[in-house]
C-alpha cells in the first residue's frame, strides 16, 4: 500500500492565526487525495476531495475560504485552516486514492490541532 | 441513500477469541466496494480488507476475513486467534461512485489478557 505523512503531528496556535498541514505521499503518485476531520469518538466526516492540479472538491457545509486546499503535485497536498477558532479544533487526517483493486484509500498518521 | 451501519459500540473479547464485527449497509448500486479501517489509538487508520459487490469468494488477509452476505447486506469482519495488539476502533467503510468512503459509526474492540 501506499504510505502517507503528514505534518506536523500536532500543532496548537492561537485564535486568529492560520496553520498549514502538510500531507504527502511518499511512494506513490497520487492523483487524488482526500482531507477528512474526525471528532473524538466519531467516524471521519469527508472535507474535500483534492484533485491535483484543479481545485478541491468540498463537501457541503464546508468553508472553501477557510480550509484552503492546495494539490500542487503528485505527492503533496495542504490544508490551510485560516483564521482558526476553538471550533476548528480537531483531528485532521488525509488520505490518498490509489488505483488498487478496489481503489482503497491509504491514510497519513493525522495531525491534532489544538486553537487556544 | 447509501449508509453503513455498525450497531456495536463497543466489544469486550477475551485474547486468543475470535471476533465478529457487524457492519450492514444500504445503497442501491450494483457495483460497489466494502472496506475495514483500524484506527489505534494512535489515531493513523490501517486498511485491513476489501471486499467487491462481484467477488464471489470472502474476502481473507492473514487473521482478517469479511464474511459477506450480499442478500442480507452485511459486510462483518471476523478477526481470529485476537490479540492485545488488536484493540482499536474499527470502522466499516463503502466506496461510492465518486471513489468518495463512506464510513459506519465504528466499534470499539478491547481485548482482555
Known amino acids: 500500500g501506499a504510505v502517507v505523512s503528514q505534518h506536523p503531528s500536532w500543532v496548537i496556535c492561537k485564535s486568529g492565526t492560520s496553520v498549514k498541514i502538510e500531507c504527502r505521499s511518499l511512494d506513490f503518485q497520487a492523483t487524488t487525495m482526500f482531507w477528512y476531520r474526525q471528532f473524538p469518538k466519531q467516524s471521519l466526516m469527508l472535507m474535500a476531495t483534492s484533485n491535483e492540479g484543479s481545485k478541491a472538491t468540498y463537501e457541503q457545509g464546508v468553508e472553501k475560504d477557510k480550509f484552503l486546499i492546495n494539490h500542487a503535485s503528485l505527492t503533496l497536498s495542504t490544508l490551510t485552516v485560516t483564521s482558526a477558532h476553538p471550533e476548528d479544533s480537531s483531528f485532521y487526517i488525509c488520505s490518498v486514492g490509489t488505483s488498487g483493486i478496489g481503489y482503497e484509500q491509504y491514510f497519513g498518521p493525522g495531525t491534532r490541532l489544538t486553537v487556544t | 441513500a447509501q449508509k453503513i451501519t455498525q450497531t456495536q459500540p463497543g466489544m469486550f473479547v477475551q485474547e486468543k477469541e475470535a471476533v465478529t464485527l457487524d457492519c450492514t449497509y444500504d445503497?442501491?448500486?450494483?457495483?460497489?466496494?466494502l472496506f475495514w479501517y483500524k484506527q489505534p489509538s494512535s489515531g493513523e487508520m490501517i486498511f485491513l480488507i476489501y471486499?467487491?459487490?462481484?467477488d464471489e469468494q470472502n474476502a481473507t488477509e492473514g487473521r482478517y476475513s469479511l464474511n459477506f452476505q450480499k442478500a442480507r447486506k452485511s459486510a462483518n469482519l471476523v478477526i481470529s486467534a485476537s490479540q492485545l495488539g488488536d484493540s482499536a476502533m474499527y470502522f466499516c467503510?463503502?466506496?461510492?461512485?465518486?471513489?468518495?468512503?463512506?464510513w459506519g459509526a465504528g466499534t470499539k474492540l478491547i481485548i482482555k489478557p
Open positions: 445503497t442501491s448500486d450494483q457495483s460497489y466496494g
Open positions: 467503510a463503502m466506496m461510492d461512485s465518486n471513489y468518495q468512503l463512506i
Open positions: 471486499q467487491g459487490s462481484y
